[in-house]
């Protein structure tokens, strides 16, 4: 039997899944399919299968770990020294089994690829498998002899007896060790077979068995004992920085950076092993291991605080105005718990307000930041001071979704459920009402605002329009437009500060921005807009910062965006599973509220992290992204995927200029050399040309499949030359093109070149122009050598012992052309020595990639004297991308950083012309721009002692003020 699976009975869809995917791969496996009544027979059942299996497989989940079967389960195999290896279903928190801590997971969350974890799985059931095999044949023979009263007849002989000594007196070596109960059997083994030969020589050498045998034993519990504290602590640690990391993908951010600070602390009283000379490289990896978590948490980690004393969800959130004698960032929340709070910027409540009789929809805080209003569904807005007195209520016949005060604080709008907008003005300190219901929509007032200057008053309604009015004077209001465009309600409202610019967000899942000053105000319609496809789920709130350069978006897809002023996406923080209602910037800029339907207000740091801008519009993942190097005014970037289509994007802008509609998916893009030209190579196995700069619905010129003749997985193109070249399956097909005036012709050059025995995936030419490199499935590359009349001269086929182990899938030559880079599924990149044709370096097996790297891509800067080195890129299937600097001097590939953000295979990277920017293409429909300036130089790790107490500085306020926090978690930094 191969492995018996642990389980929930909650977990079966799951457990089915798995059972299936063994079983296809030939794996037999012992489930306990039924909830059979729990008697004697069905544990003895359970026993046995569990004793049968050469491997436990337990599979971790909230359900699995409060199971007392599956307690028992696992306390069985543990007596009986059982391989276990546990499976990560679903987080779990609390206490985990030291025996399962301290063993690495396999991951089998929906998040994770199961694919990819299966074969995980199959490699760890591979591992020592015939060890593991002998334990389970050794140990059913000792059950059933124990079983039957230990009778003599069951004992080993002959050749089982040789074959079990031999096991035993090496079983200290690796795990599984002999449980008691087997040593015990091999000893009586001998012993009885001794009666019957030599007795002089038996006995002898039955006394040497079992000293050896009792020696092991002892051996091993001396040692057990002696090393079980230390690894039961490094296995915690262990624990926690793969806690850290999983919390980081599942955009826990907060979380992360807990964890990894708890298993730095645990490091920092651990560190002393390292004296001992059996634990100096175990001590040292998981050094770098604790320190690498603990940095990547602290710079990809932007959320400092989580307010969590609302009981239901909060509504709304809103910064105070900073004043010089006030304190700094105090933050006003209202939610469906009916409370208000008021809160300091450390995340402690200076108020909680309880006087609403139902939900607190919105708020708005005075210019001056003296007094604040609450707008409720028990259909009143009352007005507060920041002493939480009340100084007003205002009563209205129908629940109130919003509320606004005027810039000069004598005004206060509101947004009626029935359809109107309510006016109150401040006269002698008291609110009289002014509307008498003559400004009103045809349906649901959600939103209302007055702009920066007061001049312009704009209400968003559920019949899908804005309405701007002119504040005529303290008592009257003139309806100068109706904004139309959006195609459901709207929820949000948000002027600039420069009061240019007036953004909406909708349930449509949009956010539009309305130029104010293109609009005639003449009392009419208007329907232009810039409409930015912002969520995939209604949009609750849109504010802009205070400087105008950036607006943050709320919506019930669990999202908070952040973009730029013309729409470009900057940043995205998920909650999975969270409807985010509200979103508010501190008047200095420097934070963000967002507020959730997790009764949560989360806090984030805007000057923290790294600054990438993410461009979006592919409808399916992407396939590949290339730059062009044409004039620099005129600098484009173009990105392919599945969807059809090719998209042109402004390189400065980062603007959608021309979406080419190639009709079918295309695999590789490449820009044609010293021209306005873009050649795709489609899954149809033609090649397209399209003009760049130029509209057309259909290509200037196609190569036919005909013409092809194969698959055409990648097209490129000499910079010196209209030389080119196009794959054919196994072949690579050679062409120049012809272009004169408006005409193109591609024309072959000679027969197809052969070298590879399968599919060619990956065509680079040299910068100079002399060598064209292929990578292929067979596991090669090739250098092709072309001389000054672009004839073929020579070809060198590298690999070898240094080559790869699987599909070369991308390479890429150095800007001086010495060089070339090839990415593998085998995980790993490898440099070559392009003139000799030789292997140089790869990139180190702790620091590759965890799965298939899909490109590379060498930085287009030649070195210099003073900075003789290399820098390159890569992305991979693992959705990372990394950077990395290759040292000729050295010969070494260093890693200078993972980059994290992309939640899809990165198939495409590339430098920018200019070299100031990383440019990557994702499955996850993205094509992201990071900052090559923050990256450049290696991650350099401070000091164990700095970068904790830089961790705890970070979650300080959270720490010292969250009473949800566990006593262990609050006082971890004291």
């Not at 899944?17 to 012992?30: D, G, H, I, M, Q």
């Not at 007795?199 to 001396?222: C, D, H, Q, T």
């Not at 040692?223 to 920085?241: D, G, P, V, Y």
């Not at 122009?769 to 090669?780: P, Q």
Request: a neutral charge; proline letters at 2%.
């Amino acid at each position: 039997m191969e492995a018996f699976i642990s389980y929930s009975r909650r977990n079966k869809e799951f457990i089915q899944t798995l059972a299936s995917a063994l079983k296809k791969a030939n794996r037999e496996v012992w489930v306990d399919w039924e909830d059979i009544p729990q008697g004697a027979e069905w544990w003895k059942e359970i026993e046995s299968g569990i004793e049968g299996a050469n491997a436990f497989l337990f599979v971790i989940t909230p359900d699995s770990m409060t199971s007392e079967v599956c307690a028992w389960e696992l306390n069985h195999a543990i007596k009986h020294h059982k391989r276990l290896i546990p499976i990560l279903h679903q987080e779990v928190s609390g206490e985990i089994p030291p025996q399962i801590a301290a063993i690495n997971w396999i991951f089998f969350r929906e998040s994770d690829d199961f694919d990819h974890a299966f074969a995980s799985l199959l490699k760890t059931l591979d591992t020592d498998l015939e060890r593991t095999r002998k334990h389970t044949r050794i140990l059913r023979r000792a059950v059933e002899w124990e079983s039957h009263q230990r009778d003599k007849s069951f004992l080993l002989r002959g050749q089982d007896l040789s074959n079990a000594q031999h096991w035993l007196t090496r079983a200290i070596e690796k795990p599984p060790q002999p449980t008691q109960l087997q040593t015990q059997y091999i000893v009586q083994s001998v012993r009885a077979q001794s009666k019957s030969q030599n007795r002089k020589l038996a006995a002898a050498f039955a006394a040497f068995i079992i000293a050896v045998a009792l020696g092991l034993v002892a051996l091993y519990e001396e040692h057990k004992a002696k090393q079980a504290r230390n690894h039961a602590t490094i296995s915690q640690i262990r624990a926690l920085t793969s806690l850290s990391e999983a919390r980081l993908a599942n955009h826990d951010e907060l979380g992360a950076l807990l964890a990894s600070v708890k298993a730095a602390k645990q490091w920092q009283t651990f560190s002393w092993l390292a004296d001992d000379e059996s634990y100096q490289k175990e001590i040292l990896d998981l050094k770098n291991q604790v320190h690498q978590t603990l940095n990547e948490s602290i710079s990809e980690t932007r959320e400092r605080n989580r307010l969590e004393l609302h009981a239901d969800r909060v509504q709304t959130v809103r910064f105070r105005p900073n004043t010089e004698k006030g304190e700094k960032n105090v933050i006003v929340s209202g939610a469906s718990d009916d409370k208000i709070i008021v809160w300091n910027q450390a995340g402690k409540p200076i108020k909680t307000i309880k006087q609403h009789k139902g939900s607190v929809y919105d708020i708005s805080i005075s210019p001056k930041g003296d007094f604040f209003a609450s707008a409720s569904a028990d259909k009143t807005v009352k007005v507060w001071n920041f002493k939480g007195e009340l100084l007003a209520t205002l009563d209205h016949l129908a629940e109130i979704h919003g509320v606004s005060i005027s810039p000069d604080g004598q005004m206060i709008a509101i947004a009626s459920n029935e359809r109107y907008v309510g006016l109150w003005h401040k006269n002698n300190e008291k609110w009289e009402r002014i509307d008498d219901f003559k400004f009103k929509h045809d349906s649901a007032v959600q939103a209302v605002l007055f702009s920066h200057d007061g001049k312009i008053f704009a209400s968003a309604s559920s019949d899908r329009t804005v309405k701007l009015w002119q504040v005529a004077n303290s008592t009257h209001l003139v309806l100068k437009a109706t904004l139309t465009g959006h195609d459901d309600r709207i929820y949000g409202l948000s002027f600039s500060p420069d009061n240019q610019t007036l953004a909406s967000a909708s349930a449509d899942n949009t956010i539009r921005l309305w130029k104010l000053n293109d609009i005639p105000m003449d009392g009419g319609k208007w329907n232009k807009s810039t409409e930015i496809q912002a969520h995939t789920n209604w949009v609750f709130d849109v504010q802009y910062n205070p400087k105008g350069d950036m607006l943050a978006s709320a919506s019930a897809s669990g999202t908070v965006k952040l973009w730029s002023r013309d729409g470009t996406l900057l940043k995205v923080f998920k909650n999975p599973s969270v409807r985010m209602t509200g979103v508010s910037f501190s008047s200095d800029g420097k934070w963000l509220a967002s507020a959730g339907g997790d009764n949560t207000i989360r806090l984030y740091d805007m000057e923290a992290g790294t600054s990438v801008k993410i461009i979006e519009g592919h409808q399916s993942g992407l396939k590949d992204v290339d730059v062009s190097f044409s004039n620099a005014s005129l600098q484009t970037i173009a990105s392919t995927g599945t969807d059809g289509t090719v998209r042109l994007w402004d390189s400065q802008t980062y603007q959608l200029l021309r979406t080419l509609k190639t009709r079918v998916s295309a695999r590789d893009v490449d820009y044609v050399p010293n021209s306005d030209l873009l050649a795709v190579a489609t899954y149809e196995n033609t090649v397209q040309f399209w003009p760049v700069h130029k509209s057309s619905d259909k290509p200037i010129y196609t190569i036919s499949q005909e013409q092809t003749q194969g698959k055409v997985r990648s097209i490129a193109f000499n910079s010196k030359n209209r030389l080119f070249a196009t794959t054919q399956s196994n072949l690579i097909q050679l062409w120049t093109l012809k272009i004169e005036g408006r005409r193109l012709q591609a024309e072959k050059r000679g027969k197809p070149l052969e070298g590879h025995k399968k599919s060619v995936n990956a065509l680079s030419f040299s910068p100079d122009g002399k060598y064209l490199a292929s990578g292929s499935a067979d596991h090669t590359a090739i250098l092709w050598y072309f001389d000054e009349t672009n004839s073929l001269v020579t070809h060198t086929v590298l690999e070898g012992e240094k080559g790869h182990d699987s599909w070369i899938n991308n390479l890429s030559f150095s800007p001086d052309s010495q060089y070339l880079a090839t990415a593998s599924s085998d995980h790993s990149i490898k440099l070559w020595h392009v003139k000799e044709g030789t292997w140089l370096a790869t990139t180190q097996e702790a620091e590759q990639h965890q799965d298939w790297v899909w490109d590379v891509s060498f930085a287009s800067q030649r070195p210099t004297p003073e900075h003789n080195d290399y820098n390159f890129v890569s992305g991979s299937a693992d959705n990372t991308i990394k950077l990395w600097r290759y040292a000729s001097e050295g010969n070494k590939i260093e890693l200078l950083r993972t980059l994290k953000g992309h939640e899809g295979w990165v198939r495409a990277v590339s430098f920018s012309n200019a070299g100031d920017e990383i440019i990557s293409a994702s499955a996850d429909k993205t094509v992201r721009f990071w900052e090559w300036q923050h990256f450049k130089e290696k991650a350099k790790f401070d000091d164990h002692t700095k970068l904790l107490d830089k961790g705890c500085r970070l979650l300080k306020n959270y720490l010292e003020n969250n009473d949800n926090l566990k006593y262990t978690d609050r006082q971890v930094c004291q």
